[in-house]
């Protein structure tokens, strides 16, 4: 009745969505704040008949959008359904074990080993420096490879890499091998690579309408890069399924994108916050590293993430943990509104 592929499958588990009761939800990165207005005003005026018909297969609209945003062209976008789409299509397009292992960081988005056993790519995990960031010569230095991979800032830790660290592993690195910069958290903080595509023809930067644009539910996400490579990406994509964003979800990503004022402010919120819960933690005796994502990974001697998990979660309230050993005594904690972390810091200093 299955596959013999279906057996080796190791899927990704994702976060809780508990329907059973209400919890303050800081397990899936998702934003406390609700997104632009303007998309509400649009759903209320929505014509229903619009559905009838198949959305663009080509995003054109979005995608030109998008281009204007950054300051690029149209030829150098690719959008999917969710930005885990769009890395799946590139691991597919992309990597290719037969000349090497696909690189990326011991502790990471924990999505890219299921996609390499996915498509059969074979991995090797880099290990991270002493203070937890990504290690750019420990990269450099790891031998053959088909391509590497990393999201900045990085997942789980929160930690960024800057610019010139990305720089100098692009200029050092085989330009026939691509390097995917996975920036789900950019806006919280850092510089983006997307300034380098100019340059590097193998630079893929892939981007969420989850996190800052808080827009998980519609799933859309992009990819930027060479035309060439945004090409292979509308191959794979041609090759699975032609519609993977639909109508209303092209509607609302182009409208995200028209309000950048409104988005600012959110970022600026969650930024503040971000700081405000790292100060917190750390004065009542939490180990906080620095984060420049809306999520900050902490850990207090003596405590397993899990532990901290099931009692918070007894509580009402809604952490990551990870059972890798490494980061096992650390919970990942998506940045809440003002109210949420009153409560969260309150519950902390009781429990531990
Ligand atoms: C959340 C996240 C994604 C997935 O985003 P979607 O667009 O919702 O699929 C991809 N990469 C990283 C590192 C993430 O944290």
Redesign the pocket.
């Known amino acids: 009745m299955f596959s013999s592929r279906l057996k080796n499958l190791v899927p990704y588990v994702p976060g809780e969505q508990p329907q059973d009761r209400k919890y303050i939800k800081l397990n899936t990165?998702e934003n406390p704040y609700p997104p632009t207005p303007r998309i509400g005003q649009f759903l209320n005026r929505f014509d229903a008949e619009r559905l009838r018909l198949y959305p663009d297969p080509l995003f054109l609209s979005l995608r030109e959008k998008i281009a204007g945003r950054y300051g690029i062209t149209k030829d150098q976008v690719f959008v999917g359904n969710?930005?885990?789409?769009?890395?799946a299509f590139s691991f597919y397009a992309f990597f290719d074990s037969e000349k090497g292992n696909l690189l990326f960081p011991e502790f990471t988005?924990s999505?890219y080993p299921v996609y390499c056993d996915l498509f059969d790519i074979s991995y090797t995990k880099v290990p991270l420096a002493h203070d937890f960031n990504i290690d750019i010569a420990k990269i450099m230095d790891a031998g053959k490879s088909c391509g590497a991979i990393f999201?900045n800032p990085n997942?789980p830790t929160g930690m960024l890499l800057p610019l010139e660290h990305i720089k100098s592993l692009l200029a050092g690195y085989d330009e026939n091998n691509v390097v995917l910069v996975?920036e789900?958290?950019i806006d919280f903080g850092g510089e983006s690579a997307v300034s380098l595509i100019d340059q590097y023809k193998n630079l893929i930067v892939?981007r969420?309408?989850?996190?800052s644009m808080s827009l998980?539910g519609i799933?859309?996400?992009f990819a930027m890069g060479n035309p060439g490579l945004i090409q292979a990406l509308f191959a794979v994509k041609d090759s699975f399924n032609s519609y993977p964003a639909n109508v209303l979800s092209q509607e609302i990503a182009q409208i995200a994108f028209s309000d950048a004022d409104y988005y600012n402010a959110v970022v600026e919120k969650i930024i503040n916050t971000r700081t405000v819960l790292s100060k917190e933690l750390k004065q009542i005796g939490w180990d906080v590293l620095p984060s420049s994502a809306n999520f900050v990974f902490a850990r207090k001697t003596g405590f397993k993430g899990k532990e901290i998990y099931l009692k918070l979660k007894e509580r009402g309230i809604l952490v990551r943990h990870f059972s890798t050993p490494g980061i096992d005594e650390f919970v990942r904690i998506t940045i809440g509104t003002d109210q949420d972390t009153t409560v969260l810091v309150k519950e902390m200093q009781s429990c531990f």
């Open positions: 990165n969710g930005s885990d789409e769009v890395l988005y999505f999201p997942a996975d789900a958290y892939v969420t309408l989850s996190k998980a799933r859309i996400g």
